[in-house]
């Protein structure tokens, strides 16, 4: 009998939704709600979902409804779920003294995109060691804020915050509000916004950085210090032009919203519209109740949930190298050039049509799944366009329509997170398999378009 070898897709797509029935079987454990409260299993589906597509969303409380042990089992979900399958199990079997065979490394090449086989499990290792130091880091900032005000329950507040932070879950424990009660507290701001930018950039292009930093430090002087690769270039500069676009944007259309930045100071107006740009990143906690903002500026918001953070990191959307990497195969088509070129390197044909698939692929699941919760859920377009834009880019962010969701409307919600966070990355493994495809050549015919 001919045996049927899983392909890393198959394991992707296994491990976030077995990961997802399992959290939600010990949400539903008495040990793990507060007493008194209870949940269904559509709800506790809901959330697990949620917690292991570093999501945000929930229909229920996070700090009300759930125990230490609940709290505990979330926390785990996002840690798992921000990581990602394949640098989880790597670490699993590192630590259990299991032997990485070749599968496994590649598999690891595979989800990271590299070249090469060497090394990947000691880029695995640092992968784990980088995101414990950057959570530690941003626990301690936390713990400005949150052990003053909680005591010692602040020093799980702070844990828990970070990892949802660095993870870009937007999981919080302060009662449904999110942070909108420290609008004003500049520490937790600009930690909240290092942890969601860092997490935002991608593992590959922190070790690109590293490289390049070294190169210039090297000791008796280097007059040819190593240049930063394309892919970092691309990610930094769309990071940084995505968060200025979306503070200047925040600025303008709600600078004098009573119900927004209307009524705060100059400073707290700029860190507010900072956060709210960083947050849409696919971070999903807000200083705002989101359904304050004006629809130019939700409109604006939709887009950048839907564009999202980079690749190989944390964050969700269909990531900002693949929109670069459109728009400059735009411009190419309108100036006539045969080739796709950014900062004078050529673009591969079939990276291009890579980033066509994907953002088709989630641009179809929005718009099929956005027209299912319609429906079935009585709300306004705008509120059910930005909770779907919201889902199936992992952002977390909602105009007040989770809490409403029926069962029905749940189960398209749920659905559509674990497409957004399996279909970019399965579809990405898919198109970095050097498997042999046996493509065949047809004739060419000419098609009018426009």
């Known amino acids: 009998m001919k045996r049927h070898k899983l392909t890393p897709t198959s394991i992707i797509m296994l491990g976030f939704l077995i990961g997802a029935l399992l959290g939600t079987l010990c949400l539903m454990l008495p040990v793990s709600l507060r007493q008194g409260q209870k949940i269904d299993s559509i709800d506790a589906l809901f959330v697990a979902m949620s917690s292991i597509c570093v999501t945000g969303l929930s229909t229920v409380n996070i700090g009300q409804t759930f125990s230490v042990f609940g709290q505990i089992i979330l926390l785990l979900l996002i840690q798992f779920g921000g990581l990602g399958i394949v640098t989880f199990t790597t670490i699993v079997l590192f630590l259990f003294r299991r032997r990485i065979t070749l599968s496994d490394r590649m598999l690891i090449q595979s989800a990271y995109n590299l070249d090469t086989l060497s090394g990947l499990v000691r880029l695995t290792l640092r992968i784990l060691k980088v995101t414990l130091c950057l959570e530690g880091a941003g ?173 190989a990191g944390t964050a969700g959307g269909v990531k900002t190298v693949t929109i670069i990497l459109l728009f400059a195969s735009m411009f190419a088509n309108i100036r006539g050039k045969k080739d796709v070129s950014i900062m004078r390197r050529k673009i591969a044909d079939d990276t291009i049509r890579r980033c066509v698939a994907i953002v088709t692929f989630s641009l179809t699941v929005l718009l099929l799944l956005t027209t299912a919760l319609l429906a079935v859920q009585e709300s306004s377009f705008l509120d059910t366009l930005y909770e779907m834009t919201s889902a199936i880019a992992t952002v977390g962010l909602s105009r007040g329509l989770t809490g409403a969701l029926n069962p029905i409307g749940k189960l398209i919600v749920t659905l559509t997170m674990y497409l957004g966070r399996i279909g970019p990355i399965t579809l990405a493994l898919v198109f970095n398999s050097r498997r042999p495809t046996g493509n065949v050549s047809y004739a060419e015919s000419k098609i009018i378009i426009g």
């Open 139 to 311: 626990a301690l900032g936390y713990a400005l804020v949150f052990i003053p005000e909680y005591g010692l329950k602040g020093i799980w507040f702070s844990i828990f915050h970070a990892v949802s932070a660095f993870c870009n879950a937007g999981i919080d424990l302060l009662g449904g509000n999110s942070f909108c009660g420290y609008a004003d507290n500049v520490i937790l701001n600009f930690t909240t916004v290092f942890l969601i930018i860092v997490s935002g950039l991608g593992f590959p292009v922190y070790w690109e950085i590293a490289r390049t930093f070294r190169s210039i430090h090297k000791k008796g002087g280097n007059p040819y210090p190593r240049k930063m690769n394309l892919q970092a270039k691309i990610v930094i500069l769309a990071t940084l032009s995505l968060i200025l676009a979306g503070t200047a944007l925040t600025l303008l259309f709600e600078y004098n919203n009573p119900d927004t930045l209307g009524g705060m100071s100059w400073p707290r107006k700029v860190m507010a519209a900072l956060f709210q740009s960083v947050t849409l990143r696919t971070a999903g906690f807000a200083t705002i109740s989101q359904e304050y903002f004006r629809p130019a500026s939700c409109l604006v918001y939709v887009v950048m949930m839907f564009i999202g953070g980079s690749p």
